[in-house]
């Protein structure tokens, strides 16, 4: 990954999956934090970018703060960062510390079950001393691998490298009960979770939610505060304004079009419904974070 990556699409400032090398064809690539922070400038290294093919990033030297759909993850060494595609990353601060990023290509990471496993990871979780060593050295072999000039035996090696630090990722997660097994009400907030990726735009009441799980609002409820801490209704404008933030950054929509884009009846009560949640109108947000 180079400079000419990190501002592809300058007006959305979007990063997908185009390797440095001219001739580079593997599914995957690693790359040192440092190597990448020698050939940024200060602004491009820390700007906001959309991405459009999933990351992982490992914290190996040093303390920063980097963003997550526009909130704070702060990384000291053995942080483990997980951005899924349509997410909005920053990587912080320019200097002060190190580590490997690993990026995939979209249409490779979803055909393959195991790899896909990656997806399951939480945006962020901290290993121990001995495990992050474990990631690191298998971070740097698949680096070093992929600059193997190309053949059959080379590809399939880092495909099963690739298989190798999947599962070794999410075993490593679940150790750690990120990842145990739910009970009941558990599962039925993942449904509603599910559920709200796929209409937050058409459906902005808790009813709506509670009907589609055959349940009473109350009891939807009680699930969301069970898990979460936080209500449907909360969850829901949450979801709702992390969109309406994404799509001010990065698209070029004006703001009566993300408001029909994201199911409100009319401008006006999206821009109030904007200003509620974050204290500042569509305009104001898009002139201080836009692209």
């Known amino acids: 990954m180079d400079n000419n990556q990190l501002v592809l699409n300058d007006s959305l400032g979007c990063v997908t999956f185009q390797p440095a090398g001219l001739h580079y064809v593997y599914d995957l690539e690693v790359v040192r934090v440092s190597d990448l922070q020698s050939r940024s400038c200060k602004l491009g290294f820390q700007r906001h970018y959309l991405y459009e093919c999933p990351l992982i990033i490992l914290v190996t030297e040093g303390e920063c703060r980097q963003w997550i759909d526009f ?29 490997y990023m690993l990026l995939l290509r979209p249409e490779g990471f979803i055909q393959d079950a195991q790899i896909q496993s990656l997806s399951s990871l939480p945006a962020i979780c901290s290993l121990n001393n001995k495990d992050s060593t474990v990631v690191e050295i298998s971070l740097k072999q698949i680096h070093e691998d992929s600059l193997r000039f190309y053949n059959e035996l080379s590809s399939e090696l880092l495909r099963f490298q690739l298989h190798a630090l999947a599962a070794r990722l999410n075993l490593l997660v679940t150790e750690q009960k990120s990842l145990s097994i739910l009970d009941k ?71 009566s079009e993300i408001s029909e884009q994201l199911g409100f009846s009319a401008t006006t009560y ?22």
């Open 185 to 255: 009400s558990g599962q039925r907030f993942l449904c509603f979770l599910q559920c709200l990726e796929q209409h937050f735009k058409q459906w902005h009441s808790p009813v709506r939610y509670a009907q589609s799980m055959a349940c009473s609002e109350k009891t939807l409820s009680r699930i969301c505060l069970g898990n979460s801490g936080e209500t449907a209704k909360t969850l829901i404008t949450k979801r709702i304004t992390l969109e309406a933030k994404r799509l001010l950054c990065y698209s070029d929509l004006n703001v």
């Open 71 to 99: 909130e704070p993850v702060d990384c000291h060494r053995g942080s483990l960062i997980s951005v899924k595609i349509g997410q909005v990353h920053s990587l912080g601060s320019h200097s002060g510390w190190d580590g």
């Open 270 to 291: 999206f821009c109030k419904f904007f200003k509620r949640e974050t204290k500042l109108s569509p305009i104001v947000f898009r002139n201080h974070n836009g692209l």
